[in-house]
């Protein structure tokens, strides 16, 4: 239906169809939500954001009456509130989309309630450990619940465990040379979900959906972006090498899968926000300088502007090709 959707815009924009007729296609094809649709739609936007907010209410609670509480009380309530909504997720019957916050519910308490043991009972545990516990024990959940939200807090929470792993337990010994290279191991753990999650894409039914690649997209540029920044402002090169290499193999890379193997316009768009990003820092550390540098900013003034146009009218072309040619 959305490739439908974009096909009538596209002949629009070539002028093929008016705007009557385009409303009139978007009707007759069914692209058009009626009002069940936008019921529908509510519905579950409330039902979701509704498990979102409790969570994050019952954590507060919590921490509000931290003092008035006794340990037991507040144990028995975040255990009865992790508890009660897997139960209920068990015997909703065929209420899927409620069975599933509930199970999403349940993932966001049970991280309370860790924390609220951690800190009742100091054991000296690192910080990570909360987050990989947290994500080993919500595993089953997220596998019974087969709904990408619960895999993109699942995916959220091995992140910051590597993240907080690397920077607070590896840095000080100074392993990954000398911190520098700990981006590069976070990008690495998302390409390496990219790949997870385009293959089930593509062969698992529940999980036929473009957005967890695309966050695994954001995290894996954001990180190797960064390290490229570094390599790109600073002076000492030679420990920046690694991360800025693997950055251009990541953006070649990326730009030959998505445009030849899956047609995908928004992990190109963040390539190349990326780039412009570097590639400004990387400029401007040469040209705003001295006394001439108010020139060097109108330069990189032009740069930006002149980079973002081209980069916007080579999208809207390939998404016009692509409406034009079957999908790879």
């Known amino acids: 239906m959305s490739r439908v959707r974009d096909q009538l815009v596209a002949y629009a924009e070539a002028g093929v169809l008016s705007a009557d007729a385009l409303a009139a296609g978007l009707q007759v094809a069914g692209a058009t939500p009626d009002a069940a649709s936008w019921r529908r739609f509510f519905d579950r936007l409330l039902v979701v954001a509704g498990a979102l907010l409790v969570a ?95 895999w993109a807090v699942w995916w959220t929470l091995i992140n910051l465990a590597l993240a907080l792993y690397l920077f607070q337990v590896l840095d000080p010994l100074r392993v990954l040379l000398f911190g520098h290279q700990q981006p590069v191991a976070i990008a690495l753990l998302n390409l390496l979900g990219l790949a997870a999650f385009e293959l089930a894409a593509r062969n698992v039914e529940s999980l036929q959906t473009r957005w967890l690649a695309r966050y695994c997209v954001v995290l894996a540029l954001a990180a190797t972006g960064f390290v490229a920044l570094l390599f790109a402002i600073g002076e000492r090169h030679s420990e920046y090498g690694g991360g800025f290499l693997l950055y251009w193999v990541s953006i070649i890379a990326g730009a030959w899968f998505y445009q030849t193997r899956c047609n995908d316009l928004f992990p190109l768009a963040c390539g190349i926000l990326s780039l412009i990003v570097v590639l400004t820092a990387w400029v401007g ?44």
């Not at 209410?57 to 921490?63: K, M, Q």
């Not at 390939?318 to 409406?323: A, D, E, V």
């Open 56 to 150: 994050v209410g019952v954590i507060f609670f919590v921490a509000f009456n931290w003092q008035a509480m006794g340990r037991f009380a507040k144990l028995g309530m975040l255990e009865s509130l992790v508890l009660l909504p897997a139960l209920y997720a068990l015997i909703s019957g065929g209420r899927v989309l409620r069975a599933r916050a509930a199970l999403l519910f349940t993932v966001l308490v049970l991280g309370g309630l860790l924390a609220l043991v951690g800190q009742t009972y100091q054991t000296g545990a690192d910080s990570y450990e909360l987050f990989l516990a947290w994500a080993l024990l919500a595993l089953p959940w997220v596998l019974a619940g087969r709904w990408p939200p619960l």
């Open 285 to 328: 550390r040469y040209m705003v300088d001295g006394e001439m540098a108010y020139l060097g900013l109108t330069f990189l003034a032009a740069l930006v502007i002149g980079a973002t146009v081209g980069a916007t009218w080579w999208l809207r072309e390939l998404n016009r090709k692509w409406q034009m040619e079957p999908a790879p």
